[in-house]
């Protein structure tokens, strides 16, 4: 079981990828799957998406294909994002439109958003409602909203709020193990051969 993990803040110092760190090393700390596979925006946004991705040009080929095939390897995903002005980051939405060959589909998703203050809900809408229907990603219905995050997940615990850290580390553990559980359950449906399909590339 391999769970891929996307920090989707393209800010140098972002408490995304602190987050999405932190998911990494519970994954490994508690055995809840056996191997994990981060990917960070941070100071790496990718570039935005164009027609020469259909056309199979030279230059995305060589910058997605690698990308691709380690989403191609993971069985589920975390996908962290702050809330920027009340939206996903361009770039994260950027990213769910460069995978339409099956990378991400038919894959449960769990949402962790980040939030400075007490917002956090709107880049669950956003996610939800526009950044699956091509590359057929399934979003699970637990997600996990990290409020006042610059105070909770650190490494020295004199820069938490003991009560939020605790109740996030073991609400994130709790999700997780639902996110692999999807992950067992969703494998077999792929493996059947009834997703495969050219004649229906696009969602609806």
């Known amino acids: 079981m391999r769970i891929g993990i996307i920090s989707g803040s393209h800010r140098r110092e972002a408490q995304s990828l602190k987050v999405a760190r932190f998911i990494e090393r ?3 700390d508690q055995g809840i799957c056996e191997e994990s596979w981060l ?8 570039p935005l998406w164009d027609e ?3 056309a199979g040009e030279p230059e995305w080929t060589a ?4 990308i691709g095939a380690e989403l191609a390897a993971c069985d589920g995903f975390v996908v962290v994002s702050p809330e920027w002005h009340g939206q996903v980051p361009a770039g994260l939405k950027n990213f769910f439109l460069l995978w339409g060959k099956g ?13 400075a203050g007490d ?7 956003e996610l939800r409602m526009s950044s699956y229907k091509n590359n057929r990603l399934c979003y699970i219905p637990e997600q996990v909203i ?7 997940l650190n490494e020295d615990p004199a820069a938490n709020d003991a009560e939020a850290d605790a109740y996030y580390r073991a609400r994130l553990a709790w999700a997780l193990r639902i996110l692999v559980a999807y992950a067992q359950a969703l494998a077999p449906v792929r493996a059947s051969g009834v997703t495969a399909t050219t004649e229906f590339k696009n969602g609806m």
């Not at 917002?119 to 809408?125: E, F, L, W």
Request: glycine content about 8%; hydrophobic content about 50%.
């Open 39 to 46: 990917f960070s925006l941070s100071g790496n946004p990718l």
């Open 63 to 66: 910058r997605l294909a690698p």
């Open 26 to 28: 519970l994954l490994r």
């Open 146 to 152: 990290l409020r006042h995050v610059e105070r909770v």
């Open 103 to 115: 990378e991400l589909a038919h894959k449960p998703a769990l949402i962790v958003t980040v939030s």
């Open 119 to 125: 917002g956090g809900a709107y880049p669950v809408a």
């Open 52 to 54: 020469g991705i259909w």
